[in-house]
């Protein structure tokens, strides 16, 4: 178990449509929380406790009992977290915190809960599946930076956190710390700024849910047209002014379920502690991972109707299905997305099946790709030919190594080590195979600057992105008991000295997104504010091309990442000779350097400059 986890701490505590435990909603003979239970006692945890409120024991005693959990009564969220402190300074190893009536796939937790590259983490999901309720959160460099509660806001949010949060038994101490120290801001008297900011987070969720509204209202609307035989189009658009005013009387005037959902949901977020330690950890520097669930299923049901679609919903799931295809990367290139991926996928179930393991496939790989440096080497057209396709094998075995370890969930840290070496080598013989069998000078030396440039090349990933990680590391976050993180902090500090003119103290109330972007534009008023919004632009005009159909996919060959390189060599060495190779992978590969360079140039200098 990654992080030496030995503990696992459930928080009961949300309430139900019907007034009891959300973790006590009836699911598949039981209730919630069996799975719950059933859950991280799979994972071999030897120390499992339940936090409730005393208003829920008796629903729940019974099942914790059964499953030799411990059950914890306390009052409000302060006890919660104090209680937590409590175990936390007592226990063996590493905990897990999560809400009991989350409802997920095991796959899910399992690749949370196991991965040694996840120390501590959190489980989450896209910010555009979150849901509208879903806490948000900030990744640079694979590393959480901020995250929302309650009572916390971030700036540039990119995910959503789901309830689950891992913490190893190095961080034991700074989890402790911690909690105890919302445990004491949660007995007293709130800090300012934390009322006003879950009122907010209010108002957000009352007009996302206006926003829903509205949209299926002229959905709704367009269907009678098309019943009737009408065009859709006789539907008149919606202008701005107009739209605000609909959105904001449907957000006033939910319709029963939703108005149900708010009410439950903005009482189980006053409870949840779990997003507050996560934030307090965060604000506290601790280096903090985040696994997605990607095509898992997840749910949060807090009443029975939802249970009910919950459980539908889960049972037409094909766990199976989404583990085979969640063991592809998201983030391979456009070679191996459609050229390996698309089949390899089911060689690594087959692999699985035969009880291969990761490191074996990668030593297989390694051996295939020196067979065909070996074909490369004889300098005849057969060989090449034959060398290149047992070239294309060995890179869809090295693809496969990885798929095998994500589908079956047995990571390791030597086996990523691994893996990384033998991919270089592999790339590095490549060259040798292919100088050898041209037996020429110039071919050689063109050997030589494609070896140079690609060690130079990965020397600068290696080194920039430990630099990058270094500087988000050393960032100073701010105290817990501020509800912006630094980045939202800042541009409100901006939006203070514009906005209030027009709109009085802002305490009275948090600015709208709008009135913040529009304080922000107004206060770069001096040449290096110009300049950095003027980087800003740039780089966000280079995302937007993203939206571009196919864009991405260009973007990606751009960089030349290792998957178009092997194919590169593949298809020059098939139909040409090792003298073309060489120079389309200096060509491409300098191209590379300078794309990416570019890149990491403009990033640097617009954080430069947002630090001043």
Request: proline residues 3%.
């Amino acid at each position: 178990m990654s992080g030496n986890l030995t503990t696992a701490v459930l928080m009961a505590t949300a309430a139900a449509d019907d007034g009891g435990s959300a973790a006590a909603l009836p699911w598949e003979g039981g209730i919630v929380l069996d799975r719950a239970l059933a859950q991280v006692g799979g994972f071999g945890l030897a120390d499992v406790r339940v936090i409730t409120r005393p208003e829920f024991e008796a629903a729940l005693r019974e099942s914790a009992e059964r499953a030799g959990a411990t059950l914890h009564v306390c009052d409000n969220p302060g006890e919660d977290l104090a209680e937590i402190a409590e175990i936390a300074s007592s226990a063996d190893g590493g905990l897990v915190l999560a809400v009991a009536d989350l409802i997920v796939h095991r796959s899910a937790l399992e690749g949370l809960l196991v991965n040694p590259s996840i120390v501590t983490g959190v489980l989450a999901t896209g910010i555009g599946s979150g849901g509208v309720f879903g806490f948000r959160g900030r990744n640079q460099r694979g590393r959480l930076v901020s995250a929302a509660s309650a009572y916390h806001s971030l700036a540039g949010a990119k995910m959503t956190c789901l309830g689950v949060l891992k913490v190893s038994g190095a961080e034991n101490d700074a989890l402790v710390e911690t909690a105890r120290e919302l445990a004491e801001i949660m007995s007293g008297p709130l800090p300012g700024g934390w009322e006003r900011e879950f009122e907010s987070k209010q108002e957000q969720w009352r007009l996302a849910l206006g926003r829903l509204a509205l949209k299926a209202e002229r959905w709704a609307a367009r269907e009678a047209l098309d019943a009737a035989g009408r065009s859709s189009e006789e539907l008149p658009p919606l202008e701005p002014e107009e739209y605000t005013r609909r959105r904001r009387e449907l957000a006033l005037s939910l319709p029963p379920q939703q108005d149900l959902d708010f009410r439950l949901r903005t009482a189980a977020i006053r409870e949840d502690v779990v997003s507050l330690i996560l934030v307090g950890l965060i604000r506290r520097s601790v280096h903090m991972g985040a696994i997605y669930v990607r095509g898992f299923f997840w749910s949060r049901a807090l009443s029975r109707s939802a249970i009910d679609r919950a459980a539908l919903a889960y049972e037409e799931a094909d766990e199976e299905k989404v583990l085979l295809k969640s063991a592809v990367k998201g983030s391979d290139g456009f070679f191996t997305t459609f050229f390996v991926s698309t089949w390899s996928r089911y060689l690594a179930r087959w692999a699985a099946r035969i009880g291969l393991t990761p490191n074996q496939v990668t030593v297989v790989s390694l051996c295939v790709g020196i067979a065909a440096a070996a074909a490369f080497a004889t300098g005849e057209r057969t060989g090449y030919v034959i060398g290149a396709v047992v070239l294309y094998l060995a890179f869809v075995l090295d693809c496969v190594d990885g798929q095998l370890a994500r589908y079956t969930r047995s990571f390791s840290k030597f086996g990523a080590y691994l893996d990384s070496i033998f991919d270089r080598s592999k790339e590095y013989i490549a060259f040798a195979g292919l100088g050898i069998g041209a037996g020429s000078a110039e071919v050689w030396v063109l050997a030589a600057a494609a070896l140079t440039l690609q060690v130079m090349r990965h020397s600068f990933d290696f080194s920039f992105g430990a630099t990058d990680r270094q500087s988000i590391a050393e960032t100073e976050q701010p105290p817990v008991t501020q509800a912006p993180d630094a980045g939202l902090a800042h541009t409100r500090m901006k939006a203070r000295g514009t906005l209030e003119p027009r709109l009085g103290a802002l305490e009275e109330r948090p600015p709208s997104e709008a009135e913040l972007r529009e304080a922000a534009e107004d206060a770069d008023d001096d040449g290096d504010e110009e300049e950095r919004t003027l980087l800003q632009r740039i780089l966000g005009g280079w995302r937007l091309l993203n939206r571009i159909p196919g864009l991405i996919w260009v973007k990606k060959m751009a960089a030349f990442p290792i998957g178009e390189r092997f194919a590169v060599i593949c298809v020059t060495v098939a139909f040409f000779d090792p003298r073309t190779s060489f120079i389309v992978l200096l060509s491409w590969g300098g191209f590379a350097l300078l794309y990416t360079s570019a890149g990491r140039a403009l990033r640097t200098l617009i954080r430069l400059r947002a630090a001043r």
